[in-house]
């Protein structure tokens, strides 16, 4: 059974960082696609960020120049670097993984998915 657990959310004051890590286990083989999605209360998912599998990255475009991905495909696992983090940042983190080889914004495209971590941005 496959499973993505998330760790590093917290709280941060506005301005600051935080670094979110995701493991995958229950299969030898990565995933050709992992990425990060975000959900603040009343609002939908949203794409954050995507890794494929040769490294190749994606950004949303309100995350471009402060959040950077990153992956270890030795320990199947996704990294989520947020800099100059800001209240509207303030959310739910969910760690998503597919077998596909393009990175989807919609979150119907991802087939799993951790349980959150939560990230709050205090101003």
């Known amino acids: 059974q496959v499973q993505l657990v998330e760790s590093g959310g917290g709280l941060v004051q506005a301005g600051g960082s935080l670094r979110l890590s995701c493991a995958a286990s229950g299969r030898t083989f990565g995933f050709t696609a992992m990425g990060w999605f975000r959900q603040a209360p009343g609002k939908e998912r949203e794409f954050v960020a995507g890794i494929r599998w040769s490294g190749s990255t994606y950004y949303a475009d309100s995350d471009k120049g402060r959040f950077t991905i990153s992956r270890d495909n030795a320990k199947n696992s996704v990294y989520l670097q947020m800099n100059s983090l800001k209240p509207e940042d303030t959310a739910v983190y969910y760690c998503?993984?597919?077998?596909?080889?393009?990175?989807?914004?919609?979150?119907?495209?991802?087939?799993?998915w951790g349980q959150g971590t939560q990230v709050t941005v205090s101003s």
């Open positions: 998503a993984a597919a077998d596909k080889r393009a990175i989807d914004v919609n979150s119907d495209s991802w087939a799993y």
